[in-house]
């Protein structure tokens, strides 16, 4: 079963800025034909997984009970559109506390393996910084940087790794991803 596992912040939604996070559903705006984008993922038979630091909670920054509404508001305007998101996994991890579980360590996509049969040299994580192609690389995906949240071109000789594709968007992702089945 191929999967593709998507970072939120930057891919899914508008990235709040460096060292910012979106703290409520008032701060969550979806990027442009990104549920549309998933929407085509899902009818093209991939398991859709978000996969997502959020260590603002353990920061005290905003709550789970915050954390949890704005996911369940994200997946009705996903469902809206004849989306699907199999499952949402957060890392509520500070750095600091070295969590195995915190991007760009595996434990997340870990976790969703136990749980679904994946190919995931056959799936891709789609995500906006290097950390998530590190992520990708670590579990043997394909990975792909999207242009739409935190890393920019001009910074890529400064990449730890370098991503197998980059795109400006999820949109422009999902095309390529379900046109070279």
């Known amino acids: 079963m191929r999967a593709i596992f998507l970072d939120r912040d930057g891919v899914i939604n508008k990235y709040p800025g460096d060292k910012d996070y979106v703290t409520s559903w008032r701060n969550f705006h979806f990027l442009p034909k990104v549920k ?16 997502s ?14 954390l949890d509404f704005i996911t369940k508001n994200m ?19 500070r750095q600091e506390e070295n969590c ?3 991007k760009p360590k595996s434990g997340l996509i870990d976790i969703v393996k136990k749980r679904y049969p994946l190919d995931l040299n056959s799936s891709f994580f789609v995500g906006d910084t290097i950390l998530d192609v590190v992520t990708a690389k670590a579990v043997g995906c394909k990975s792909i940087l999207v242009l739409s ?7 890529r000789k400064n990449w730890e790794e370098k991503p197998d594709f980059i795109f ?6 999902a095309g390529f991803i379900i046109n070279n089945k």
Not at 76 to 88: Q, S, T, W, Y
Not at 168 to 173: D, N, T
């Open 168 to 173: 400006k968007s999820l949109w422009e992702a």
């Open 75 to 93: 997946l009705k305007g996903i469902k809206k559109a004849e989306g699907k998101i199999d499952a949402v996994y957060y890392c509520t991890h």
């Open 100 to 102: 195995p579980c915190r």
């Open 36 to 51: 549309l984008a998933i929407a085509n993922l899902h009818k093209n038979n991939f398991k859709l997984f978000v996969i």
């Open 53 to 66: 630091n959020q260590a603002g909670v353990n920061k005290g920054i905003f709550s789970q009970k915050e």
């Open 149 to 155: 949240g935190k890393e920019k071109l001009s910074n």
